[in-house]
């Protein structure tokens, strides 16, 4: 069992707590840090866990073996530093980073301790998902040729907090809420991105906003894509590859739709899992050397690198690409 801190208690550090903290057998939180002391308190009371309000607190505290940040965005890379200094692994959510440079700077960091380094993309441990890597990694689909993709949550008005709305913290309307795990999606199955072409329509801003983002892919790979994202709409997950013998459709989390040559149509159901502890137990398993971790450190890297030149082309009106 390893014994974590965990690093920011607001809206989504509250639902790890929840789904892992006496549920998960590989990890608990022992020690928790936030801004907010008293609007913690009841919760870090029912959990059991001793609370401060710094990260340095939770690095000297000898029970922590492990420390999950859920802070806002701009903070990660530093934070990330100073937790591999401190020689222990760290589990972040996303975004990794803002911008390539520091999402590599963290990588370093970990790497140079020996450390392992975390992701949170929940939407990776999907069923839906898991099944659609498998599918076009078993060549089932063919020539794969194009990846397409959506995403709304409905989270615009339902979790505001002011740094989510800040250009700084989250640049690129729904990018760093919805976006990126589209984005993550896409890298997991066509690879690093090469050039992008993005568009964010503002209809109306403000603590609930009312967004669109659309974007253009191309990758290294020589496959083509697009996906869009709104936050306001009702929560709907759809990520379809093509290929020159048939589709694979994740659609929500647990189905995914096979089409094949004469219009033959099979549709996989799975059950559900809880993402958010199946991620942790994922990262819970990779320290302790049990399964390799499931994310490449290469990808969060590519992923990040993506993500800035959306935000680039998002402000220019031209397709920017990807070094």
């Not at 964010?200 to 009312?210: I, K, M």
């Not at 709104?230 to 590859?241: E, K, M, N, T």
């Not at 694979?248 to 899992?273: I, M, N």
Request: aromatic share 6%; hydrophobic share 45%.
């Amino acid at each position: 069992m390893i014994n974590a801190a965990i690093i920011g208690l607001g809206w989504w550090g509250k639902n790890i707590v929840q789904c892992v903290q006496g549920k998960s057998r590989k990890l608990r939180f022992v020690h928790g840090v936030s801004q907010e002391i008293d609007a913690a308190l009841p919760l870090a009371e029912a959990g059991g866990f001793t609370l401060s309000d710094d990260l340095e607190k939770a690095l000297a505290d000898p029970r922590v073996d492990a420390v999950l940040l859920a802070t806002p965005h701009s903070l990660h890379t530093d934070q990330i530093v100073r937790v591999a200094q401190a020689g222990k692994p760290v589990f972040c959510e996303k975004p990794l980073a803002l911008k390539r440079a520091d999402a590599e700077r963290s990588v370093a960091a970990c790497a140079k301790a020996g450390v392992l380094l975390g992701i949170g993309t929940n939407k990776r441990f999907w069923p839906s998902m898991a099944e659609l890597r498998r599918v076009v990694a078993s060549g089932a689909l063919g020539r794969v040729m194009l990846i397409e993709g959506h995403y709304s949550n409905e989270n615009s008005g339902m979790h505001f907090s002011a740094w989510r709305e800040s250009p700084d913290e989250s640049p690129g309307g729904g990018m760093t809420g919805t976006g990126i795990h589209l984005l993550d999606a896409f890298v997991s199955v066509a690879g690093p991105v090469s050039e992008v072409n993005a568009r964010l329509t503002t209809h109306r801003p403000g603590p609930d906003p009312r967004d669109t983002i659309g974007i253009n892919f191309e990758f290294a790979s020589g496959l083509t894509g697009y996906f869009g994202a709104v936050r306001a709409s009702p929560v709907y997950w759809r990520v379809h590859v093509f290929g020159d013998e048939g589709s694979a459709e994740a659609l929500g989390e647990t189905q995914l739709v096979l089409r094949s040559r004469g219009g033959k149509v099979e549709a996989r159901d799975f059950p559900r899992v809880d993402s958010l502890l199946a991620e942790i137990d994922a990262f819970a398993d990779a320290v302790e050397g049990r399964a390799p971790y499931p994310i490449k450190t290469t990808e969060m890297v590519a992923v990040v690198a993506a993500f800035e030149a959306i935000i680039m082309s998002m402000k220019s009106g031209k397709p920017v690409g990807v070094s």
